[in-house]
């Protein structure tokens, strides 16, 4: 069986830098068209200079032939101005900004110390009409590591809401439950992206026969009932959710390790474990407008011209990819994927 659909966009993507932005970004230029590229690197991309620079970095890394946008965007600190906010709507390459509160995750140590601290950046964001990404967890060591996403909205996200009534928001990597019923009530203005790893997998997956690292992210992983919701979500049809992989590679040794880092890369079936997902809900048939329209449209971008085709015929993920001068191990590795990309897809 095949499936063609229009090709696909991935609203949230982690590229890196150097030889490891080479070595991963030909995976996501063969799937889809364009990806918001997220900003944290070290040092952030703070600036519009810094996301033009790092812009040409990507683009000079792309295979041969490849058709393929990189979306820039802003990382948001504490002391991001209006003006800068003001320049990146005026350059044309930059499509939003993003909020990390300081310390929740990777290379977020320059991130929002506290959200009244950036209420002058949102409402500049609001004037200029520029989305707002969001990393919703809060980083309270006293909030259990599961609930850190519903904490979110109640401390933070219902207020700027609220506050900020024609701000454009997309909910990143949602894991539960409370985060979908959030974005339904907020409104078409707020959006969500959904990992692969957060439809096919719940907790249990970290823990299968021994500790994974390679299946721990941030969010991490949540239980069953909240897969199940993200998946209504995602395979429903609604245009608030769209995909967005959380592709986010990190070194062999840096995943495996007595601190391993959260991250888990699926830029190499980018599409292929959505159409996995879509397939065991029994709706293939909305994998298109959740791959390819739903975001497009939010972004308020043309939907792409070409297209895609995907076969159900597993294959095997290779053990590891070449990573610079280490090695990274991509999720399903040494496993089967069951939907396949047809070679000549995208080009
Ligand atoms: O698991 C994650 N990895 N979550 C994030 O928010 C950041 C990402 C990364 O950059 O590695
Ligand atoms: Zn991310």
Not at 16 to 39: K, N, Q, S, W, Y
Not at 109 to 118: E, H, L, M, S
Not at 122 to 139: K, Q, S
């Amino acid at each position: 069986m095949t499936l063609t659909l229009r090709r696909p966009d991935d609203w949230h993507l982690h590229l890196r830098d150097g030889a490891t932005l080479a070595a991963v970004v030909g995976h996501t230029a063969e799937r889809f068209a364009r990806a918001i590229v997220m900003p944290n690197l070290k040092p952030p991309v703070t600036t519009t200079e810094l996301a033009a620079a790092y812009r040409q970095r990507i683009v000079a890394a792309l295979p041969a032939g490849a058709r393929f946008t990189p979306l820039m965007t802003l990382y948001l600190t504490d002391n991001t101005s209006g003006a800068e906010i003001a320049r990146a709507r005026a350059c044309g390459f930059v499509h939003a900004v993003k909020y990390y509160p300081a310390g929740a995750t990777t290379h977020s140590d320059a991130g929002v110390t506290a959200i009244d601290k950036v209420h002058g950046a949102l409402a500049a964001l609001e004037e200029h009409d520029l989305p707002l990404l969001v990393h919703g967890e809060v980083t309270d060591p006293a909030v259990d590591v599961f609930d850190r996403e519903a904490a979110f909205i109640d401390r933070v996200l219902a207020d700027v809401v609220r506050r900020f009534p024609k701000l454009r928001i997309v909910f990143e990597h949602v894991t539960t439950r409370e985060a979908v019923a959030f974005v339904r009530s907020a409104g078409p203005r707020v959006a969500a992206t959904i990992t692969p790893q957060h439809l096919l997998l719940n907790r249990n997956a970290l823990f299968d026969g021994g500790v994974r690292p390679h299946h721990y992210c941030l969010p991490v992983l949540k239980r069953e009932a909240h897969r199940e919701a993200l998946v209504a979500a995602a395979t429903g049809g609604e245009a608030q959710f769209f995909l967005g992989t959380d592709s986010a590679p990190h070194a062999r040794h840096s995943k495996e390790s007595a601190c391993g880092c959260a991250g888990v890369y699926s830029a190499h079936a980018g599409i292929e474990l959505y159409a996995e997902a879509f397939d065991r809900a029994g709706r293939l048939e909305q994998l298109e407008g959740f791959a390819s329209h739903h975001g497009a449209d939010f972004y308020r971008l043309p939907r792409n011209d070409a297209s895609i085709t995907l076969s159900r015929s597993s294959w095997t993920v290779p053990a590891n990819y070449p990573f610079g001068a280490d090695a990274l191990v991509p999720f399903r590795a040494g496993e089967t994927v069951a939907w396949r990309l047809q070679p000549s897809g995208g080009r």
